[in-house]
T-cell receptor, first 114, second 113 residues
Framework: NAGVTQTPKFRVLKTGQSMTLLCAQD?????MYWYRQDPGMGLRLIHY???????AKGEVPDGYNVSRLKKQNFLLGLESAAPSQTSVYFC?????????????FGPGTRLTVT | GEDVEQSLFLSVREGDSSVINCTYT??????LYWYKQEPGAGLQLLTY?????DMKQDQRLTVLLNKKDKHLSLRIADTQTGDSAIYFC?????????????FGGGTRLMVKP
């Protein structure tokens, strides 16, 4: 049971390039989330998904797209990277509403956009 | 909107107690959490408290919740150098998105030997 995994761990992009961050969980969790972490600002929710095939916007969705084609995977896409998207990205998942006191976090992806 | 505030930095000596404070604004919070983040790592859930509780103790950790003042604290007894990390307070609400968390900016705890 690997929990929540993220790939890649590190990436450097040039402005305007695109990339996809992959989050995978093997706990059969329904809900998945993408956050970004910037210094002194805690974690801010980008997008989330309440189940396979569904996505919704969080607090800071602009410049990002997501897809949840399979229950275990939640992809975060940057179509045209900007320096303001330099951040550490965390994925998280929880099981369902009735048993959802803990969000399980992945180890993070550190992205630098030059 | 919701807001969670924490002080940025705390320094203590090894063996002393540490108290990290947090204030929040959303009175409908269901759970309140403390997460620990070590350098280069993800967030590790330390403890949580349900909003109808006043206190929760778990080994060296004591969580106090003052719901009237919307104030949450984490006390670490006998602080060790391995406790040096960033500590995040978070509050949650249950809605159609499951367990939506709002995080504070984190408190960096430095433990001096």
């Amino acid at each position: 049971n690997a929990g929540v995994t993220q790939t890649p761990k590190f990436r450097v992009l040039k402005t305007g390039q695109s990339m996809t961050l992959l989050c995978a969980q093997d706990m059969n969790h329904e809900y998945m989330y993408w956050y970004r972490q910037d210094p002194g600002m805690g974690l801010r929710l980008i997008h989330y998904s309440v189940g396979e095939g569904t996505t919704a916007k969080g607090e800071v969705p602009d410049g990002y797209n997501v897809s949840r084609l399979k229950k275990q995977n939640f992809l975060l896409g940057l179509e045209s990277a900007a320096p303001s998207q330099t951040s550490v990205y965390f994925c998280a998942s929880i099981q369902n509403r009735e048993n959802s006191y803990e969000q399980y976090f992945g180890p993070g992806t550190r992205l630098t956009v030059t | 909107g919701e807001d969670v505030e924490q002080s940025l930095f705390l320094s203590v000596r090894e063996g002393d107690s540490s108290v990290i404070n947090c204030t929040y604004t959303d009175s409908s919070s269901t759970y309140l959490y403390w997460y620990k983040q070590e350098p280069g790592a993800g967030l590790q859930l330390l403890t949580y408290i349900f909003s109808n509780m006043d206190m929760k103790q778990d080994q060296r950790l004591t969580v106090l919740l003052n719901k009237k003042d919307k104030h949450l604290s984490l006390r670490i007894a006998d602080t060790q150098t391995g406790d040096s990390a960033i500590y995040f307070c978070a509050e949650s609400r249950h809605n159609n998105a499951g367990n939506m968390l709002t995080f504070g900016g984190g408190t960096r705890l430095m433990v001096k030997p």
